[in-house]
């Protein structure tokens, strides 16, 4: 699946749709990764829901970029099967924020992440 728009950095960073709240998801799998040298952390929180769809919220700290690039790709993760989390390209999300060559290293945080869930979820 690809996104065939462009995304207002702006809009994204202050959308707080998908940030986790307390009880918005029941009993979640946390990951979490972090660039110290950047003063920057993202967790995510996720779980498949009754029908095996990925659920996940997230909380983020750092950059503007980092947050609504966080913003943007969990947006487009929920009720996703892992067979179309695992087909993910990370790099798509650069072209639709236009993020700087030297901010790429928010994407990997990310794609860590993300990750982490879907390696989890496969032996849950």
Same mark, same amino acid.
């Given at each position: 699946?690809?996104?065939?728009?462009?995304?207002?950095q702006?809009?994204?960073?202050?959308?707080?749709?998908?940030?986790?709240?307390?009880?918005?998801?029941?009993?979640?799998?946390?990951?979490?990764?972090q660039s110290?040298?950047?003063?920057?952390?993202?967790?995510?929180?996720?779980? #498949?829901?009754?029908?095996?769809?990925?659920?996940?919220?997230?909380?983020?700290?750092?950059?503007?970029? %980092?947050?609504?690039?966080?913003?943007?790709v969990?947006?487009?993760?929920q009720?996703?099967?892992?067979?179309? #989390?695992?087909?993910?390209?990370?790099?798509?999300?650069e072209?639709?924020?236009? #993020?700087?060559?030297?901010?790429?290293?928010? #994407?990997? %945080? %990310?794609?860590?992440?993300?990750?982490?869930?879907?390696?989890? %979820?496969?032996?849950?």
């Open positions: 699946y690809k996104r065939r728009y462009s995304v207002n702006r809009d994204a960073f202050f959308d707080t749709t998908h940030v986790m709240k307390d009880g918005s998801i029941h009993d979640p799998f946390v990951v979490e990764q110290k040298s950047n003063d920057m952390w993202l967790r995510l929180y996720s779980r #498949l829901d009754p029908e095996g769809k990925f659920e996940v919220r997230y909380h983020v700290h750092g950059c503007p970029h %980092l947050i609504a690039i966080s913003s943007i969990i947006g487009d993760l009720k996703k099967s892992i067979q179309e #989390l695992e087909t993910l390209d990370i790099r798509e999300y072209k639709i924020i236009d #993020l700087p060559k030297t901010k790429k290293d928010r #994407l990997f %945080l %990310l794609e860590d992440a993300i990750k982490g869930c879907i390696k989890h %979820l496969k032996r849950a």
